[in-house]
T-cell receptor, first 116, second 116 residues
Framework: DTGVSQNPRHKITKRGQNVTFRCDPI?????LYWYRQTLGQGPEFLTY????????KSRLLSDRFSAERPKGSFSTLEIQRTEQGDSAMYLC??????????????FGEGSWLTVV | AQSVTQLDSQVPVFEEAPVELRCNYS??????LFWYVQYPNQGLQLLLK??????LVKGINGFEAEFNKSQTSFHLRKPSVHISDTAEYFC??????????????FGTGTLLAVQP
């Protein structure tokens, strides 16, 4: 399977605990994105990497959120001191960089987080 | 900044009937336009995209969309729907340009509910 892989697919955690999600992009893709999607809403952009460099972060990404992409391969998204408002699906996506853009962005199946 | 409006949160339609899902966008710069489909508990799959050229774009599963620059619209159509087309459909834009992140800005989605 050469698609974007995310794990865990589901995570239930108690408020105040830390959680970490992992994303493995399509192997030759140098761009990686994280999005958050809540029920009834479209995905919202969180952050973006080009290779190992984190080039853009949304205002949605509070200080409790941190994302990394060591060596420009897989990425992790950690949420510290989770709150009930963090309950959502976290989507990872990847694409190639090139030209003037418009390259297809491929999404993983998402990681559901429920904070109780 | 860009924004996307999908006015219809839900569109019920009978099997084999035609359907149109509406999308309007706002942007101060030129954009690329996309339609993604999301089946229950899954990630997003690209249906089609408009980068340049012909304003009528054909995608997978018999869907097509037409870019109308003057009306800033990118409506999705299918001449005859199937039960299996039941899903959430998201319209998205990304800014054009080599220096852009190509991040996608999504609308809130339209649930296409196909009834037998």
């Amino acid at each position: 399977d050469t698609g974007v892989s995310q794990n865990p697919r589901h995570k239930i955690t108690k408020r105040g605990q830390n959680v970490t999600f992992r994303c493995d992009p399509i192997s030759e893709h140098n761009r990686l994105y994280w999005y958050r999607q809540t029920l009834g809403q479209g995905p919202e952009f969180l952050t973006y990497f080009q290779n190992e460099a984190q080039l853009e972060k949304s205002r949605l990404l509070s200080d409790r959120f941190s994302a990394e992409r060591p060596k420009g391969s897989f990425s992790t998204l950690e949420i510290q001191r989770t709150e009930q408002g963090d309950s959502a699906m976290y989507l990872c996506a990847s694409s190639l960089k090139g030209g003037t853009g418009g390259n297809t962005i491929y999404f993983g199946e998402g990681s559901w987080l429920t904070v109780v | 900044a860009q924004s996307v409006t999908q006015l219809d949160s839900q569109v019920p339609v009978f099997e084999e009937a035609p359907v149109e899902l509406r999308c309007n966008y706002s942007s101060s710069v030129s954009v690329y336009l996309f339609w993604y489909v999301q089946y229950p508990n899954q990630g997003l799959q690209l249906l089609l995209k408009y980068l340049s050229g012909s304003t009528l774009v054909k995608g997978i599963n018999g869907f097509e969309a037409e870019f109308n620059k003057s009306q800033t619209s990118f409506h999705l159509r299918k001449p005859s729907v199937h039960i299996s087309d039941t899903a959430e459909y998201f319209c998205a834009v990304s800014a054009l340009g080599g220096g852009a992140t190509n991040k996608l800005i999504f609308g809130t989605g339209t649930l296409l509910a196909v009834q037998p």
